[in-house]
């Protein structure tokens, strides 16, 4: 019992990391896809990433300042920048429901394992699961979005939307209550901020 207590506790305490990525999931997509007008190439890939990501990386990072540092920020950004440059152009920029869930996948990847390395850097063991884990919750959340606004898929939004977010939020909320609930039943340093 003692071990679903601090499970239970840590996602009290982990509670506005979903809101921040149905927040910064759709702001971040919006204001990205303002500036490049759809992922259609490299270059607008890597653009609309960096800003995409910069803006959930902030998002995510003020609902988990308490376990990660400001890196969380930039790893999330360069995650989603070379995420999508490589996984819009292995899905040869297409918009077909298999096409984004590919795009996810890859973006995924990417952002798990440059945001699991953040992580690792506090001694979580949980880091590992963080990277499995990101791959199939991004397919997931570009799969959940192709069935619910279209239109934003046919323009080449660089990252899924609310529908997506929501998903993804609440699947990777649970993955961050059970592992880090290890960090706060013992003592640990504040977050480089």
Avoid: K
Avoid at 102 to 131: D, E, F, K, M, S
Avoid at 145 to 156: A, C, F, G, K, P
Wanted: a negative charge; proline letters at 3%.
């Amino acid at each position: 019992m003692e071990m679903q207590g601090d499970w239970t506790s840590t996602a009290r305490r982990t509670w506005l990391w979903p809101v921040a990525v149905l927040v910064g999931f759709p702001i971040g997509g919006f204001v990205a896809d303002l500036v490049v007008d759809g992922v259609n190439s490299v270059g607008s890939a890597l653009v609309a990433g960096l800003i995409a990501g910069a803006i959930i990386g902030a998002a995510e990072w003020f609902a988990l300042r308490q376990w990660v540092s400001w890196l969380w920020i930039a790893a999330t950004s360069a995650g989603m920048a070379t995420g999508l440059a490589a996984g819009a152009a292995l899905a040869d920029y297409g918009t077909g429901r298999g096409d984004v869930v590919v795009i996810g996948a890859v973006t995924g990847l990417c952002v798990g394992v440059l945001q699991a390395l953040v992580l690792a850097q506090r001694g979580n063991g949980g880091a590992i699961w963080w990277a499995v884990a990101n791959p199939p919750a991004w397919a997931l959340g570009w799969l959940v979005t192709s069935y619910v606004i279209t239109t934003n898929i046919d323009e080449q939004f660089p990252n899924f939307g609310a529908g997506g977010a929501l998903v993804f939020g609440l699947l990777t909320w649970l993955l961050l209550a059970v592992f880090l609930r290890t960090e706060t039943s013992g003592v640990r340093e504040p977050a480089a901020h």
